[in-house]
């Protein structure tokens, strides 16, 4: 089965007369093109068959402990919105303010950690979004990974792949989620069984839901760490692209850049360095 039959095209061709036909340096052109196509067997054979399902292909090592986390968390808003409903008068009224504060913060993190899942699946491959210069996703990192590589080399002497993974430390915290993910697994117990044998205090909520912010905070750093590191190298990739356009001039951008449209500060550094090279 090839690739065409999914065009399902049953045309007459000879309808085209000999506009279907190429000429034999077009056809040359395409089988040198086709011999020299780095496309393997078995993604032609997965072409074929069809319809592309990219978790197939990609998997994110992190949404396990958000799928983990999430309902957890959901027992602990609905659990601490009851007892602030519950608990409004008298002594009472300290474990209803506690738990109006827990039901608020497990609800943000709640909110973080689908935020830090839709991050991890975008950076990982699973999501099929298509990024932006803002919002990192795995195939606009790796492109301008591959170009921050060399030009960070060039500047700086760096010789790794940190322009690419510098984007997806997210992926590399499996230990510290595990741990997050406990850390609100006991939260929930807490919780429950504290209600259910109405022995909650104050100071008990309070110890849970700041428990629960340093996962949120966790979790928002490492994205928010991402989002950085990869903005950072987007806005470093077009500022060098402008820089560059600098380089190896011709007669007539120099005569515009010395003479009508460039800076005192560009038209001496230019110099300088024109300087140095003819030495």
């Not at 011999?35 to 393997?40: D, K």
């Not at 760096?158 to 997050?180: E, K, P, Q, R, W």
């Amino acid at each position: 089965m090839g690739v065409f039959n999914n065009f399902n095209y049953s045309f007459d061709i000879t309808r085209f007369g000999s506009l279907i036909k190429i000429n034999s340096d077009q056809a040359n052109t395409l089988n040198l093109v086709s011999n020299t196509t780095n496309f393997s067997a078995w993604q032609i054979s997965d072409l074929a068959n069809g319809s592309i399902i990219r978790t197939n292909y990609f998997q994110n090592p992190t949404i396990t402990y958000c799928t983990q986390m999430s309902p957890n968390l959901i027992t602990i808003s609905a659990t601490a919105q009851y007892l602030s409903n519950s608990n409004t008068s008298g002594s009472s009224a300290t474990v209803a303010n506690a738990a109006l504060y827990l039901a608020n913060i497990a609800n943000s993190c709640i909110i973080e950690v689908s935020n830090f899942g839709s991050h991890t699946n975008n950076i990982s491959g699973v999501s099929a979004n298509s990024g932006s210069y803002t919002i990192p996703t795995y195939q606009m990192i790796i492109g301008m990974g591959s170009q921050l590589t060399m030009l960070l080399n060039k500047t700086d002497g760096i010789a790794n792949s940190v322009s690419t993974l510098g984007c997806m430390t997210s992926l590399f915290i499996n230990d510290i989620l595990t741990a997050n993910t406990l850390t609100i697994s006991n939260s929930a117990n807490i919780i429950s069984s504290g209600n259910t044998s109405n022995t909650l205090t104050a100071n008990v909520i309070y110890s849970v839901a700041n428990n629960i912010a340093n996962v949120q905070t966790t979790l928002y750093n490492s994205r928010i760490q991402d989002w950085n590191f990869y903005s950072t190298g987007m806005t470093t990739l077009q500022n060098y692209m402008f820089l560059n356009s600098f380089s190896n001039m011709g007669n007539t951008q120099t005569g515009l850049i010395n003479n009508v449209i460039g800076t005192p500060s560009l038209i001496a550094k230019i110099a300088a360095n024109s300087a140095n090279s003819s030495h």
